[in-house]
């Protein structure tokens, strides 16, 4: 089973940049792709970026050229860099990691880490 351990979170003013990380460990061979999902107050979950073994990556509209997902395969973390962050960007973030053992297809999520941008 995959872990993930988020780090980066925070209170950062409208404009500012954070940058969040997530480190998986154990069974990590079996991971895909990893992103970065959000979750608003009051609203449904929603990706905001991933990136697939080779680097490919692919964002949400409302993030495209703002934020940066990347990747060390090498320490199997996940990063995302968020600049130029609006009130709209306050949300739990989440890390996924999206495994295939075999012939399943399994989603790990990390424990989440809280944004807040002020206006």
């Known amino acids: 089973q995959v872990q993930l351990v988020e780090s980066g979170g925070g209170l950062v003013q409208a404009g500012g940049s954070l940058r969040l990380s997530c480190a998986a460990s154990?069974?990590?061979?079996?991971?895909?792709?990893m992103g970065w999902y959000r979750q608003p107050p009051g609203k449904q979950r929603e990706l905001v970026a991933a990136?697939?073994?080779?680097?490919?990556?692919n964002y949400a509209d409302s993030v495209k050229g703002r934020f940066t997902i990347s990747r060390d395969n090498a320490k199997n973390t996940v990063y995302l860099q968020m600049n130029s962050l609006k009130p709209e960007d306050t949300a739990v973030y989440y890390c996924?990691?999206?495994?295939?053992?075999?012939?399943?297809?399994?989603?790990?999520w990390g424990q989440g880490t809280q944004v807040t941008v002020s206006s």
């Open positions: 154990r069974n990590t061979r079996s991971i895909n792709a």
């Open positions: 990136i697939s073994t080779g680097g490919s990556a």
């Open positions: 996924n990691a999206h495994a295939i053992i075999l012939t399943l297809e399994i989603d790990y």
